[in-house]
């Protein structure tokens, strides 16, 4: 039996998660949190709400979302709150949303909120193809920035070059 959703939470089916290396970590007992005991990895997902807990609003049984949980996300479903809940917009997959909870605002901030990127610089991006990566990459080109991305095989060369990267 599933977990019934406790005020503020709702129950989604987990479609699609969010690969990260901190996920890697955490499973290693090397990431900043340590979960106790036996858990289930994953930190970013996207899903079908399938039940909602009492006084949620603006979610209902049925609704695209991502989101974020401190562990779990590999689960088959996830009890998530809804602060760390977005619906999925227009017709974005749930393989798309369910890297952007982390990953976007993780190379936004760098980006804008830390190095203040303006049109005409350059970004140097390491391991871009990676989601943060990529990220950075999208989101400097939308900056006006040229990029210049690196990674280690031809493959992961041309998943930046496809991304929008100037230069690998």
Known sequence: PLPAPKKGQVLVEVKAVGANFFDILLVQGKYQYKPKGDFIP??????IVRQVGP?????????????????GAYATHVLADTHSLFKIPGALSFEE???IFITYPTSYAAL???AN????????????????GLAAIQIAK???ATVIGTASSPEKLAIMRAQGADHV
Do not use: K, N, W, Y
């Open 42 to 47: 994953g930190t970013e997902f996207a899903g």
């Open 55 to 71: 006084g949620v609003t603006g979610f209902a049984a049925g609704d695209r979302v991502f989101g974020a949980v401190q562990v």
């Open 97 to 99: 949303a369910s890297g």
């Open 112 to 114: 804008v909120l830390r």
């Open 117 to 132: 990127v303006q049109p005409g610089e350059t970004v140097l991006v390491h391991a871009g193809a990676g989601g943060v």
């Open 142 to 144: 939308l900056l006006g």
